[in-house]
């Protein structure tokens, strides 16, 4: 008897997680539709911003050299 209780226990907790997956997966649903489950404009747009500065320093870094240039020093009068 307890054995099959325990198995009816797993069943229904399966068919309330299935339930509750149904439920979340209709809500994301309807927020797509209504175009409230997007980034906003302001999350694209730092992204792109950040994609920017990120190519600019790749650019900038294969004109840098590794050691410091030497210039001659200039003597004062």
């Not at 997680?17 to 649903?29: I, P, Y």
Request: net charge positive; proline share 3%.
């Amino acid at each position: 008897m307890n054995n099959n209780l325990n198995h009816w226990h797993a069943e229904q907790m399966v068919r309330y997680e299935m339930r509750e997956v149904d439920r979340a997966a209709a809500q994301a649903h309807l927020l797509r539709e209504a175009g409230l489950s997007g980034e906003s404009w302001l999350a694209r747009a730092g992204k792109a911003l950040g994609n920017l500065l990120n190519a600019r320093r790749k650019g900038l870094q294969g004109q840098r050299s590794i050691e410091p240039k030497a210039y001659p020093r200039k003597k004062l009068a």
